[in-house]
Nanobody, 120 residues
Framework: QVQLVESGGGLVQPGGSLRLSCAASGRILRINAMGWYRQAPGKQRELVAAITSGRSTNYADSVKGRFTISRDNARNTVYRQMNSLKPEDTAVYSC??????????????WGQGTQVTVSS
């Protein structure tokens, strides 16, 4: 019914930039908080950045000043601009959204994940 589709991952050199997007579709009444998580090999998944419906944001300390999260409510899409990328940013990035659907059911939904590799 509701799905999140991510795009924009890939291979980038250290110091480079990437922009990820995540679009929600389906029987959506309202999207509350949206966020990006990442999981590197052998590590636990961690929250990278989150944004509320009112556009308040919070970031992991490791990405502050380098990553920017934003959203387009009209398009049900969340974006993440990643600058000054480092090899330690290499991970699978997944978006998450808390969504109220037309059946008045509220759930957390996840995207399929997209690989970001920072390497020379």
């Amino acid at each position: 019914q509701v799905q999140l589709v991510e795009s924009g991952g890939g291979l980038v050199q250290p110091g480079g930039s990437l922009r990820l997007s995540c679009a929600a579709s389906g029987r959506i009444l309202r999207i509350n908080a949206m966020g990006w998580y990442r999981q590197a090999p052998g590590k636990q998944r961690e929250l990278v950045a989150a944004i509320t419906s009112g556009r308040s944001t919070n970031y992991a300390d490791s990405v502050k000043g380098r990553f920017t999260i934003s959203r387009d409510n009209a398009r049900n899409t969340v974006y993440r601009q990643m600058n000054s990328l480092k090899p330690e940013d290499t991970a699978v990035y997944s978006c998450n959204a808390n969504i109220l659907d037309y059946g008045l059911t509220q759930n957390d939904y996840w995207g399929q994940g997209t690989q970001v590799t920072v390497s020379s």
